[in-house]
T-cell receptor
Framework: EPEVTQTPSHQVTQMGQEVILRCVPI?????FYWYRQILGQKVEFLVS????????KSEIFDDQFSVERPDGSNFTLKIRSTKLEDSAMYFC????????????FGSGTRLTVV | GESVGLHLPTLSVQEGDNSIINCAYS??????FIWYKQESGKGPQFIID?????DKRQGQRVTVLLNKTVKHLSLQIAATQPGDSAVYFC???????????FGAGTTVTVRA
C-alpha cells in the first residue's frame, strides 16, 4: 500500500536554529499538507499546497514557516528560527484530490527544540 | 464502554465489549467526516468516513453515526480487541475546503 514517508523521525535542535522537515508524498497525489500535534493535544492544520503554491494556511503558519516542493518527489517544511513552542510532532499528508480521495498521513517527525 | 456526553479524554473498555466514542463537531458547513486511529509514535490512520448525506456507515467491526441536527458524530467498535487501544480522533471537512479540523481525541484502553 502506498505511504507517505517522513524524515527524520526525530530531530533535536537548538532554539533559534533553522530546521527542514522532509516528506515524500504518495507519487500520484496532487495535494500536500503539513499538520502539527503538540504532545497530548489534537492535530492542527498548518498549510496546504497545490500546483506549486500555498492554497491555504492557518494562523500558526507565520513568517517563520515556509514550504517547498524542490523536485518532483519531496515536500519540505522549513522553520527559520525555532522556538521552544515549536516542539511538536509534525505530520505530512497528501491526497489525490481533496480530503475524500486518498488522504494519507505520514508517521511524523518529532521536533524537539532545546 | 461508552464515552458519555460530547467528549471524554479516556475510555476504558473490557476486551470483547463494544466501544462507543463520541465527538461534537463545530462547523455546520462540514459535509465530510473521518475517524482516525493514532497509535503511539505514529500518524493518524484512516478508519472510516461518512458524508453528510448519510447518517450511518458500517465497516469491518466499526460503525460511524452522524447526527447533523446536533452536530454529533460517534464511532462504534464491535468486540473491542487489545489492538484497538489507541487515541481516536474525529475530523471534519467543510465543503470545498482541503484541510481537516480535528477534535481533541479520546484515548481508548482495552482491558484484558
Amino acid at each position: 500500500e502506498p505511504e507517505v514517508t517522513q524524515t527524520p523521525s526525530h530531530q533535536v535542535t537548538q532554539m533559534g536554529q533553522e530546521v527542514i522537515l522532509r516528506c515524500v508524498p504518495i507519487s500520484n497525489h496532487l495535494y500536500f499538507y503539513w499538520y502539527r500535534q503538540i504532545l497530548g493535544q489534537k492535530v492542527e492544520f498548518l498549510v496546504s499546497f497545490y500546483n506549486n503554491e500555498i492554497s491555504e494556511k492557518s494562523e500558526i503558519f507565520d513568517d517563520q514557516f515556509s514550504v517547498e516542493r524542490p523536485d518532483g518527489s519531496n515536500f519540505t517544511l522549513k522553520i527559520r528560527s525555532t522556538k521552544l513552542e515549536d516542539s511538536a510532532m509534525y505530520f505530512c499528508a497528501s491526497s489525490l484530490t481533496g480530503p475524500s480521495n486518498g488522504y494519507t498521513f505520514g508517521s511524523g517527525t518529532r521536533l524537539t527544540v532545546v | 464502554g461508552e464515552s458519555v456526553g460530547l467528549h471524554l479524554p479516556t475510555l476504558s473498555v473490557q476486551e470483547g465489549d463494544n466501544s462507543i466514542i463520541n465527538c461534537a463537531y463545530s462547523n455546520s458547513a462540514s459535509d465530510y467526516f473521518i475517524w482516525y486511529k493514532q497509535e503511539s509514535g505514529k500518524g493518524p490512520q484512516f478508519i472510516i468516513d461518512i458524508r453528510s448525506n448519510m447518517d450511518k456507515r458500517q465497516g469491518q467491526r466499526v460503525t460511524v453515526l452522524l447526527n447533523k441536527t446536533v452536530k454529533h458524530l460517534s464511532l462504534q467498535i464491535a468486540a473491542t480487541q487489545p489492538g484497538d487501544s489507541a487515541v481516536y480522533f474525529c475530523a471534519e471537512n467543510p465543503m470545498g475546503d482541503y484541510k481537516l479540523s480535528f477534535g481533541a481525541g479520546t484515548t481508548v484502553t482495552v482491558r484484558a
